[in-house]
């Protein structure tokens, strides 16, 4: 998605003085409605903001650092339609600026997702040693998206699919922000699981020629999606060329710990004797070298929701074998489709227990990390296809909309130093 940016032959202070930029009509005399308006990115020079509207339209975005007097305007360069995003670049570190949305001529009002104002990353000190991205919960060969059924067969949510089967939600959605990582530039790329629905061998297939889209090197990890179940053979190690599915590899002097969290037969989040063996070794090896760890469930402190993390005394286990490290600068799953960042201070001080967001549904995209000789920046995308914006609306309202909030997280979960 190409932008435009326009910069202002005039003051926009001054026709907003005379109360111009609200509640006027759409094209055709229609009432154009702003809907879901969400700032969904912050990086230390940029801002992404989603928006919908009832009727295709246009969309532009008009900031500055005065709150209501604009210095310049960003117009999406796309054919009108009802699924908004439009960046604003170009910004200064540290600084806060202040917003307006504008669709077919109407103005969107702040909102508690959408204040109206935000304030640009200020980097990590030091120079920019690597760049990398994270995809996950990207659910290859998945046919419904969101559907809940509580036994024996009673629809909690309905699912959603994508009308024309011939172009499956999650290969759009996969391609995109496949191809938007290799825009971006990084140095390589983690997926962190559930990189297919059912762990079918042709699932892996597809899911590999996505990923070797990627023109840098890609590590993935296993999902509760990707388990063995009874089998004898294993395609996500087969397909993928893995000799096993826990290991390590190295970036500069950072060493990267990538876990498989899943139980088998089950697919419940758990950490196996064999791993917790090596994975001490692995740790008391890597002493000299900043460590990150990367497994599909998260690890939390807290007892939670059955089946959403690892199980209890795995994850006690964890933190325990990495409290005496000050070196583990942070730990990234996938698994709750949602943006969320919890802290253990007690085992891993102040690195992150980060999750991220589905690449595959709502509100669909990729994670990248900038990471600076004094600490790392995460920035959360959304795919910007149109059919991922359209895909990203639709399953927002999974489970009528309930969890669309849990799963977007808050601005900081998303985007941070
Ligand atoms: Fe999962």
Known sequence: MRRERIPLLFSLCALLAAGMGTYLQGEGGAEIEILDPELVTVTDTTFILTWRTNLPTDARVRYGTSPRCWEEVVRSAEEATRYHMVEVGGLSPGVTYFYEIESGGVTGRPTPLSPGVVQTLVPPPGPLRFRFATMNDMHVGEETAGLILLPPDIELCPGFSWPDPQTPYWRFMNEAAVAEINEAGVDFVVVKGDITAEARREEFVWAKEILDALTVPYYVLRGNHDRQGERLDDPFLEVFGLDRSFYTFDEQDYRMIALDSVEPRSGIGEISEAQFEWLAEVLDESRQKRVMIFLHHPV???????????????????????????????????????????????????????????????????????????????SFYEVRCPECREWSETTRQECYGTLARNKLGTLHERNYV
């Open 300 to 378: 939390a402190l807290q007892v939670v929701t059955p089946g959403m993390a690892v199980r209890q005394p795995d994850a006690a286990r964890l933190l325990a074998l990495l409290a005496p490290y000050d070196n583990i600068v942070g730990i990234f799953s996938g698994h709750t489709h949602r943006n969320q960042i919890r802290f253990a201070p007690a085992s891993t001080g102040r690195a992150p227990l980060a999750e991220t967001a589905a690449t595959k549904e709502y509100p669909g995209g990729y994670t990248l990390y900038s990471v600076f000789e004094g600490g790392y920046m995460q």
